[in-house]
């Protein structure tokens, strides 16, 4: 299983992002796809995930209003598109995959990060 997260960068605050994850290896049509993101000397938190099979979308209160995930089924991806960013988004950001109906924790799979810095 790969998962491969694309579309970090650099930001003023207020501006926008989206991530891109890529899944390859297997199917992922039961499963939750999800976002996390780990800041300087912080724990890696949960952002979002959505359901492969019903859309179903969860999101950390820190993000809510402002991040939104999708999924597309035909292209296996999943996207995070990141609008009115803080300085406090600024994270390396990880895709994840599981099976299973909890989207906040127990992930199996995990991508590489992608750096997302939100300049003030």
């Known amino acids: 299983v790969q998962l491969q997260a694309s579309g970090g960068g650099l930001v003023q605050a207020g501006g926008s992002l989206r991530l891109s994850c890529a899944a390859s290896g297997r199917t992922f049509r039961r499963s939750i796809m999800g976002w996390f993101r780990q800041a300087p000397g912080k724990e890696r938190e949960f952002v979002a995930a959505?359901?492969?099979?019903?859309?179903?979308?969860y999101y950390a209160d820190s993000v809510k209003g402002r991040f939104t995930i999708s999924r597309d089924n035909a292209k296996n991806t999943v996207s995070l598109q990141m609008n009115s960013l803080k300085p406090e988004d600024t994270a390396v950001y990880y895709c994840?995959?599981?099976?299973?109906?909890?989207?906040?924790?127990?992930?199996?799979?995990w991508g590489r990060g992608t750096q997302v810095t939100v300049s003030s």
């Open positions: 959505i359901s492969w099979s019903d859309s179903s979308a």
């Open positions: 994840a995959a599981k099976d299973g109906i909890t989207p906040y924790v127990d992930y199996d799979y």
